[in-house]
Every structure is written in structure tokens, then in C-alpha cells.
T-cell receptor
């Protein structure tokens, strides 16, 4: 019940295209859903996050779509650029419990 | 924004050596710090949670005598890998939570540990 399942494992998108990464969870107690971006040899950096009281959050080219009834959320990267090539992790958190539960990660490659 | 500094960024040492990794929160007080381990092309695996001034809480399967964690102040936590062996080679990442606000964890840039 603590798992967060992420797909796809890897994704190749052409420059200017839309990258979409999906995550699903089981535990309805999760109340905070961040996405992290990680470059090789670096730690994860918070990209964008959402709480379950909203269905969508947009920050620049990055959008989270959240479907509470389906227990799914996704990251959309619009106008994908080669600099977006990285590994992306979704995560979920129960605010009081502090522990982040990470998805398996998606290695995104944007071809120029 | 909040910054977490991790040092060293890379360590190469002989088998049997003990290695200490430091994690510092630079512009906030971190009541809670977390230590993760990440194998190549895999996700982050939580090893332990440390709260300032108290003993760390280890995840199931993590040897507390092998991975010593100290969180002596609100800005510093250390992870010591004792008597390291080649199988301990990995990417170790710390994160810190700002206790004054409901913030997500802020991550350090990791330490690449290679045991020969």
C-alpha cells in the first residue's frame, strides 16, 4: 500500500514534443505529491508538487494532472528541450509521517 | 531557496576503511534529516531518518551498526559507513526538512562512495 508505481521506465521524445510520465498510488492517506528531477551525479531537485484538493497545477512548461478518484497523477513537459533530459521521480507523502515514497523513476531523453 | 550541502562529493578508499559523510542545511534549521542510498539506474532507497538530538530510525534491513548516523545539531547530520566493503559502494544522498514550515525535503548533491 506504500508503493508508488511509475511508468514508463524510459522515454524518448523529440525536441518540442510533449513528455508524459505517469504515476499511480494505493494509499489514500497520501496528501502531497512532488515530482523530482535528477541529473547524473546529482541529488534530486524538486520540480513541482501538488496536493489532492486540486486537479491540475502548472508552472512554466511543467504541469501536474491529478486524478483523485483513479489515484493517479502525471507530469507533462510541454515543448520538451534537450536540457530536460534527466531522470524524473514521482513521490508521495503523508505530511505528518514525513517519509517520501518514491516511484521507480523515468529516464527521459529529448532528441534534438 | 533552501540549500543542503553534502560533503564529500566523491570518496574512493580501500576495503575496511570507515568513511564519514556530512550533510548540512545552509539556510534553515533541519529538525529532521534523511539518508538515502541509490544504486545505478534505480530509485532512492530510504536508509534512515534522523531527528536532532535523538537516535536515528533505521529502515528494515539497514544495519545500524554498519551505517552510523549522528544528528548533533539542527544543521548537521553525519553518516559513517563503518569497515566499508565493495558491496557498500553506492551513491548516498541526504535530505533535510525545514521544521519551521510544512516544506518538502531538500536534497543534497550526493556522495559517490567507491570501495576498492
Amino acid at each position: 500500500q506504500q508503493q508508488v508505481k511509475q511508468s514508463p521506465q524510459s522515454l524518448i521524445v523529440q525536441k518540442g514534443g510533449i513528455s508524459i510520465i505517469n504515476c499511480a498510488y494505493e494509499n489514500t492517506a497520501f496528501d502531497y505529491f512532488p515530482w523530482y528531477q535528477q541529473f547524473p551525479g546529482k541529488g534530486p531537485a524538486l520540480l513541482i508538487a501538488i496536493r489532492p484538493d486540486v486537479s491540475e497545477k502548472k508552472e512554466g512548461r511543467f504541469t501536474i494532472s491529478f486524478n483523485k478518484s483513479a489515484k493517479q497523477f502525471s507530469l507533462h513537459i510541454m515543448d520538451s528541450q534537450p536540457g530536460d533530459s534527466a531522470t524524473y521521480f514521482c513521490a508521495a507523502l503523508i505530511q505528518g509521517a514525513q517519509k517520501l515514497v518514491f516511484g521507480q523513476g523515468t529516464r527521459l531523453t529529448i532528441n534534438p | 531557496g533552501a540549500v543542503v550541502s553534502q560533503h564529500p562529493s566523491r570518496v574512493i578508499c580501500k576495503s575496511g576503511t570507515s568513511v564519514k559523510i556530512e550533510c548540512r542545511s545552509l539556510d534553515f534549521q533541519a529538525t529532521t534529516m534523511f539518508w538515502y542510498r541509490q544504486f545505478p539506474k534505480q530509485s532512492l532507497m530510504l536508509m534512515a531518518t534522523s531527528n536532532e538530538g535523538s537516535k536515528a530510525t533505521y529502515e528494515q534491513g539497514v544495519e545500524k551498526d554498519k551505517f552510523l548516523i549522528n544528528h548533533a545539531s539542527l544543521t548537521l547530520s553525519t553518516l559513517t559507513v563503518t569497515s566499508a566493503h565493495p558491496e557498500d559502494s553506492s551513491f548516498y544522498i541526504c535530505s533535510a526538512r525545514d521544521g519551521s514550515r510544512d516544506q518538502p525535503q531538500h536534497f543534497g548533491d550526493g556522495t559517490r562512495l567507491s570501495i576498492l
